[in-house]
């Protein structure tokens, strides 16, 4: 974020000025040519440090200064989440891969989905389809919003943008105030009520799709149990029906799990309401 980019120049910035003080309070410091080597080796790795940080924080920062006015550019004005009043034509325009929005309220995610031709093609793009660390959030290409189980991802970025902060879901005074997804599509918005929430493998069960019944078993039911059994954070009272439709939020878990742990968000849909596009 800006703030997170602001903070980390002004804190190298002060640094820099502390050991500038330090010269000019060192009396012999012009004369004393081990410690002037020391110093200029010193004010160079901070230099360094800083352009660094700016090479990683800026692209961030950039990407989320971009959604930002692509949200002000689509939105025709303000309303409830139940019609966001998007501009349809106008994200097209951008990007024919845009698929549709999602809005989780009490977050920072408030973003368009992409939608690309190639598994993880948006995992480093951004909605423009240009490079971007952070990437999109998306849908894999075989993928629709009326299947049995969506599967949407995006980055766990530590600035708490992408999918960030889904991770204020492990808080159940969280989840109290804030247990609503909404995705929205052109004349239509998608209400979701979260109802599970855990940390798994990226390989896992938790990521099935197909759930083809061989005759003998009931993979859809089966699934829906595992996924209401694994939430691991507080209890949740409400719990999917076998008709209902599951919407999924994928992230990674971070450091503390491991690379191949995923933090999962499980809703059901619980409303559809269809509307005429003005």
């Keep these: 974020s800006a703030e997170a980019l602001t903070s980390l120049i002004i804190s190298l910035a002060f640094g820099i000025f502390i050991n500038l003080l330090w010269i000019l309070d060192s009396k012999n410091w012009i004369t004393d ?8 080796f010193y004010w160079c790795g901070e230099i360094v440090f800083l352009l660094m940080a700016f090479k990683e ?14 949200r002000s550019k689509v939105e025709k004005k303000k309303t409830k989440n139940e019609n ?3 501009n349809w034509e106008n994200l097209k325009s951008t990007n024919p891969e845009i698929v549709g929005w999602i809005k989780v309220p009490g977050t920072k995610i408030d973003y368009p989905i992409l939608q690309g031709k190639e598994w993880n093609e948006y995992l480093h793009k951004n909605y423009k389809g240009d490079y971007s660390y952070a990437g999109s959030i ?3 290409p075989e993928a629709a919003f009326n299947d049995q189980h969506l599967i949407i991802y995006g980055h766990n970025m530590r600035v708490k943008s992408m999918f960030g902060s889904l991770h ?3 808080s159940e005074d969280f989840y109290k105030k804030h247990n609503k997804i909404y995705l929205y599509q052109p004349g239509k918005t998608i209400k979701c009520t979260i109802y599970s929430v855990y940390d798994c493998l990226d390989k896992s069960a938790t990521y099935n799709t197909n759930f083809s019944d061989d005759g003998n078993d009931n993979k859809w039911v089966d699934w829906l149990t595992m996924t209401v059994n694994n939430n691991a954070y507080y209890p949740i009272k409400k719990k999917p029906a076998e008709k209902d439709h599951i919407i999924t939020l994928s992230t990674c878990s971070g450091k503390s799990k491991g690379d191949s742990y ?3 968000v499980h809703s059901f849909i619980t409303n559809t309401v269809t509307y005429e596009e003005k």
Excluded at 57 to 70: D, S, T
């Design 168 to 170: 204020d879901f492990e």
């Design 33 to 40: 040519s081990g410690k002037r080597k020391c110093i200029w």
């Design 262 to 264: 995923r933090f999962v």
């Design 138 to 140: 998306f849908i894999q």
């Design 57 to 70: 924080q800026y692209p961030i920062w950039k990407n989320q200064q971009e959604l930002e006015n692509l």
């Design 84 to 86: 966001p009043h998007i």
